[in-house]
């Protein structure tokens, strides 16, 4: 069957999901790619002044929650119905990005944060189910890859504006995401359709308690429960795109040639998401996302020849290389390749992750594996949060590293920061002092700390993933 062929075959609901999924991702990547550098920027930017251990909780238990709860609200969705649910999920995520936005203290954002998750929670499983319910055996490989398309499509638009808006204000961020919502609601309440529901007569704590019971009989698959355990080390590694990238870039990357290269073939564009000629940093992380939406088509048709579990080493591995450059050079040019790089393993191995589950689950307990399959990221999340909290601080915040340079020189300054008295009311005051310009206080950091020794770690623990599976394929699985 050819390709328009199969396009004519999707019906209005399929397209209407797809449409959903992509205003979602947008409202969610556009906030998520921005919200670490809004968590720890300084308080006369408008963002929040928290510490990278503040971040780090905040981010690690919201999204670990993200990624566990859809086993409940799955079965709740099922239950209750799709429709209700998609409507709970945006009035909780629009409630939430509003408590987020207007708060200031670290419990309040703690758990207005938790909250916007639990609305994400909801959501996720909804869409995906859709595109199952809406595609059969001829049209289930395109339909998805459509998905996946939308997802990014999403994931790009949204983090590229968040880069143009937060330079006007933080408040803008969080309207787009408010907005790019509501577009959903309005799809929600005039396009999608209920998809038909078994009835079995079953309760909802029934139908919570059996979901919980499915994921007790796939882990008692001990080969499958050490494959999982070994995936959190490469979504550990993963996750820091989004937990350390943003403010690694942010604090001490000149991105002035990428913006003046940008500026030489797209002056309109370099302006519009530039700010003194220079690119965000949430702006330069979305660039993932674009390569994904250039680049998976002929990933995936090379991968397609080997194995999963080889594809998945082989991924990892780039996506390690990839990590290294991102975080251990103070080029614009070079960590954008970074992310391509990085983009390339992520699309040679995350594919393969859910491939390689469905093809190792029992022929009657495909969809239990695929449910239990979130758990890693779960983790994966949590211990991403942990290692870019106080962990990371001690290697490369850069206004960490300079309290040790100005407490070696017998500086003094306020030991805590306040309204009059913001991160960067230290960091002029310190150059100041120093005799130096704020420019050369952040070489001087890097020179003197190496901040960017951190890409050992995030590099060393992705490889370690790759040594495990390894060790598991031909210890464990024989080869297979």
């Known amino acids: 069957m050819g390709f328009v062929a199969t396009m004519k075959k999707y019906n209005r609901s399929f397209w209407t999901s797809n449409t959903i999924e992509l205003f979602e991702r947008w409202a969610w990547y556009g906030f998520?790619?921005?919200?670490?550098?809004?968590?720890?920027?300084?308080t006369d930017t408008g963002a929040l002044g928290f510490s990278n251990g503040q971040k780090g909780a905040i981010m690690g238990t919201g999204s670990a929650l993200l990624y566990f709860l859809p086993v409940i609200t799955?079965?709740?969705?099922?239950?209750?119905?799709?429709?209700?649910?998609?409507?709970?999920?945006?009035?909780?995520?629009?409630?939430?990005f509003y408590m987020i936005n207007i708060f200031d203290g670290y419990s309040l954002v703690y758990m207005a944060f938790i909250w916007t998750c639990v609305g994400g929670a909801f959501f996720k499983p909804i869409i995906s189910a859709m595109?199952?319910?809406?595609?059969?055996?001829?049209?289930?490989?395109?339909?998805?890859?459509?998905?996946?398309?939308?997802?990014?499509?999403?994931?790009?638009?949204?983090?590229?504006?968040?880069?143009?808006?937060?330079?006007?204000?933080w408040q803008n961020v969080f309207y787009m995401s408010i907005a790019a919502v509501g577009v959903n609601v309005l799809l929600t309440l005039f396009l999608f359709r209920e998809p038909g529901r078994v009835k079995d007569g079953s309760s909802l704590l029934q139908n919570i308690?059996?979901?919980?019971?499915?994921?007790?009989?796939?882990?008692?698959?001990?080969?499958?429960?050490?494959?999982?355990?070994?995936?959190?080390?490469?979504?550990?590694?993963?996750?820091?795109l989004y937990y350390s990238f943003p403010i690694f870039v942010d604090q001490w990357i000149d991105t002035t040639k990428v913006y003046d290269g940008l500026h030489a073939v797209w002056p309109w564009l370099a302006e519009a998401i530039g700010d003194n000629g220079t690119i965000s940093a949430v702006s330069m992380t979305s660039m993932d996302s674009f390569f994904i939406i250039v680049f998976q088509l002929m990933v995936s048709a090379f991968v397609m020849r080997f194995r999963p579990l080889a594809a998945m080493m082989g991924g990892i591995l780039v996506l390690?290389?990839?990590?290294?450059?991102?975080?251990?050079?103070?080029?614009?040019?070079?960590?954008?390749?970074?992310?391509?790089?990085?983009?390339?393993?992520?699309?040679?191995?995350s594919p393969k992750f859910t491939e390689y589950v469905g093809n190792i689950a029992p022929a009657d307990q495909k969809a239990l594996y695929m449910g239990t399959s979130f758990l890693p990221i779960a983790a994966g999340h949590k211990l991403a949060g942990w290692l870019s909290g106080d962990f990371y601080e001690g290697i490369s915040d850069k206004f960490f590293l300079l309290h040790k340079e100005v407490a070696e020189r017998g500086l003094q300054f306020p030991t805590e920061y306040s309204d009059s008295f913001t991160k960067n009311d230290f960091f002029s005051q310190a150059a100041e002092k120093m005799n130096m310009s704020q420019t050369e206080l952040t070489n001087y950091l890097w020179q003197t700390y190496h901040p960017s020794n951190i890409w050992?770690?995030?590099?060393?623990?992705?490889?370690?993933?790759v040594v495990f599976l390894w060790l598991y394929d031909r210890f464990v699985m024989g080869g297979k």
């Open 32 to 42: 998520y790619l921005a919200f670490p550098i809004f968590l720890v920027g300084s």
């Open 74 to 96: 799955g079965a709740i969705a099922d239950k209750v119905g799709y429709k209700k649910i998609l409507l709970l999920a945006f009035a909780i995520y629009i409630s939430g």
């Open 131 to 169: 595109i199952a319910k809406t595609t059969n055996e001829e049209t289930a490989s395109i339909g998805f890859g459509i998905f996946y398309m939308m997802i990014n499509i999403g994931g790009f638009i949204g983090p590229f504006l968040a880069g143009a808006l937060m330079k006007v204000s």
């Open 209 to 240: 308690g059996h979901a919980f019971k499915n994921i007790f009989i796939t882990l008692q698959n001990w080969k499958y429960v050490l494959f999982l355990v070994i995936m959190i080390l490469f979504w550990t590694a993963f996750n820091q």
């Open 320 to 349: 390690a290389g990839g990590l290294n450059l991102m975080f251990s050079t103070q080029s614009g040019w070079l960590i954008l390749l970074g992310i391509l790089v990085f983009a390339l393993g992520e699309m040679g191995s």
């Open 456 to 465: 050992m770690v995030f590099s060393g623990i992705a490889v370690s993933a």
